[in-house]
């Protein structure tokens, strides 16, 4: 191993890419599954020697080439049908951030060229974050590649990349003297293309024969090619609506397979076979009555099938939600009741979780201990003292090797106070994918709500509308305590509410859709960790002036306000911000709703979830 080897080895984790490489292969395949697509799935991250070889030859990072290696991480797609190329790079497009455009083969009239697209995308944060080594100096950049060929080209390209990409001669040479060979190289080219085009030919004939026969079934087998629990037959009724009207089944073999692709990637994993099929088609591009009352009480279910990894990995442990706050204390109240109340409402939802394993607890709140393999509860209750403290360890049933830890406790300490205590935390196998980084227990609704927690004012699931100049002043005096310990966050309304008189305007009156994001819905999601405020539009221009922000841009802004002893700046966010906000890695990206809201504000709750586990 050369030098250059050497300190591309010390700078990377390629432990830690390998995980990040699995785990974006994990989420294509994923994508690709649940829309049926036949497809194989490859990955790899570049060796030292394969990186330096790379750098080397390109002279990346220089002043003839200031460019950066793109294709640390590649993903290589294996498609079965010529026209999934087109259908693939849609989806990609509008899943990850695209760097620049797809690059493909550039033909000329009288050649052929093996068929592939590639694409070049930026890691996605949530799968980035497993990179914990401080970011490389190499001219590399923090994106993948992703390749899609079809099957008859996928022997081809691996001879070509090693016997013609990594030749030191150039095309010209490498042929010198067996130009004949080169001739029928593209024979070979040209049949392999013609083999694409014509399997898809093939199966649209096919359809056809079928539906001039009037074998339903397969006509959409034929015609749809996607992967289906093909045992399970059309119904009844729909296969008596195609032989009483041909025309209609006519329009099913007619319809778009692209519209039913977009149409499977809505759903969640769903369980595909001939009646969802007909169903998805008829509801997007057919419209057919008959048929639109049949598939009225036909379900759409989940595909039961899991993919699981069966190698051995060593757990790594993850903070997924911390909170340490006093318990609201009213003087009506005794100390003692509200303690009682609170440390009651932590007891019964561990009752309730592990009770089916540890069916020995007892149904009123007392001390209690017990363990089992893979499961463990310990509860410890001293009413004279005002001591509760409840820790739990148990196993994942649905996640294979995941362990999860809770420890909460409610104590009267030094200020005459009760305060409340949570860690969640997870140990999961290194290399599983951690996607979800969050959680909150169900519980603390219910301790807010019935008890309260306080963080200067009182926490809760609704965001507080301020709407008059004393409400205004108590958010200042919020934003500026120092004895804060969760973050602000203020909703500035885009236009003004023309419902009702701004003096008499009550929160139920507003339109949320005269807030960039909603407000009501955010603190639903982080209500019990951080205070959600929504600023009525008469109150921008005094906010703006307060904090000095410029007015035009104050209108439809976001602004969070972390406590002071974090030590960081306040966040400004204007609207256009917000409405040009995209997923790096998009879920939602053939949904019919406001993709730009739902995306600032899933990039907002990271946020707050990340300071929530890091502080």
Not at 135 to 160: A, S
Request: proline share 3%; glycine share 2%; charged share 30%.
């Amino acid at each position: 191993m050369t030098d250059f080897e050497n300190s591309i080895e010390q700078e990377l984790d390629f432990e830690k890419l390998t995980e990040l490489c699995d785990n974006l292969k994990e989420a294509v395949r994923e994508i690709l599954n649940s829309c049926g697509m036949y497809f194989r799935i490859f990955s790899r991250v570049k060796s030292p020697n394969s990186i330096a070889e790379k750098l080397l030859r390109g002279q990346y990072g220089t002043e003839q080439n200031p460019k950066k290696l793109q294709d640390l991480v590649g993903l290589r797609v294996v498609l079965y049908y010529y026209d999934d190329l087109s259908i693939c790079r849609d989806i990609m497009e509008s899943t990850f951030q695209m760097v620049d455009d797809w690059s493909r083969p550039k033909y000329n009239a009288d050649e052929f060229k093996a068929t592939k697209i590639n694409g070049v995308f930026r890691f996605p944060e949530e799968f980035f974050n497993v990179y914990k080594k401080e970011l490389w100096n190499l001219p590399i950049d923090t994106t993948f590649e992703i390749q899609f060929r079809t099957v008859f080209f996928e022997g081809w390209h691996e001879i070509e990349h090693d016997m013609r990409y990594k030749s030191l001669l150039s095309d010209k040479e490498f042929w010198k003297g067996s130009e004949e060979l080169s001739r029928i190289l593209n024979c070979i080219l040209a049949n392999l293309e013609l083999s694409d085009w014509s399997l898809v030919q093939l199966f649209e004939e096919l359809s056809y024969n079928h539906y001039k026969n009037r074998d339903w079934e397969i006509m959409l087998k034929c015609k749809y090619r996607i992967k289906m629990a093909d045992s399970e037959p059309l119904d009844p009724k729909i296969l008596a609506v195609f032989d009483q009207d041909k025309e209609i089944a006519k329009k099913f073999f007619k319809a778009s397979r692209k519209t039913l692709i977009k149409e499977l990637l809505k759903l969640e994993s769903p369980h595909i076979n001939y009646n969802l099929i007909v169903k998805l088609m008829n509801n997007k591009e057919i419209h057919d009555p008959q048929i639109a009352a049949i598939c009225q009480n036909i379900p759409i279910n989940q595909d039961e099938r899991t993919y699981q990894k069966n190698t051995l990995a060593r757990l790594e442990s993850s903070i997924l939600f911390h909170l340490e706050r006093p318990l609201l204390h009213k003087n009506t109240r005794k100390l003692e009741s509200e303690f009682y109340n609170a440390a009651l409402i932590v007891y019964k939802w561990a009752r309730f979780k592990l009770n089916p394993v540890f069916e020995d607890i007892p149904a009123e709140l007392s001390t209690y201990r017990n363990h089992l393999p893979g499961y463990k509860l310990k509860i410890f209750y001293d009413e004279e003292n005002l001591s509760f403290s409840m820790k739990m360890n148990y196993i994942d049933s649905q996640s294979i090797g995941t362990f999860w830890h809770v420890h909460t406790s409610i104590a009267k300490m030094d200020d005459g106070l009760l305060h409340f205590y949570h860690v969640t935390s997870r140990d999961v196998p290194r290399g599983i994918s951690q996607r979800s980084t969050f959680t909150k227990p169900s519980f603390l609704a219910d301790l807010s709500n019935k008890v309260g927690i306080m963080d200067i004012v009182r926490l809760g699931s609704k965001a507080h509308f301020v709407n008059n100049t004393e409400l205004l002043h108590e958010l200042y005096q919020l934003t500026e305590s120092d004895e804060r310990m969760l973050p602000v966050i203020v909703i500035a309304q885009n236009s003004p509410n023309t419902d009702a008189p701004q003096e008499t305007v009550d929160y139920r009156d507003y339109d949320m859709n005269t807030f960039t994001i909603n407000g009501t819905r955010l603190a639903k999601v982080v209500g019990h960790y951080s205070h959600v405020y929504m600023l009525d539009y008469h109150f921008i221009e005094d906010f703006a002036a307060h904090y000095a922000f410029e007015p035009e841009k104050t209108i439809g802004c976001i602004c969070i306000f972390r406590p002071s002893y974090q030590k960081k700046e306040r966040m400004f966010f204007t609207r256009k911000m917000v409405m040009e906000t995209q997923f790096d890695f998009n879920r939602f990206a053939f949904h019919e709703e406001d993709i730009y809201e739902k995306a600032f504000r899933h990039n907002l709750v990271q946020l707050l979830k990340d300071d929530n586990t890091n502080h």
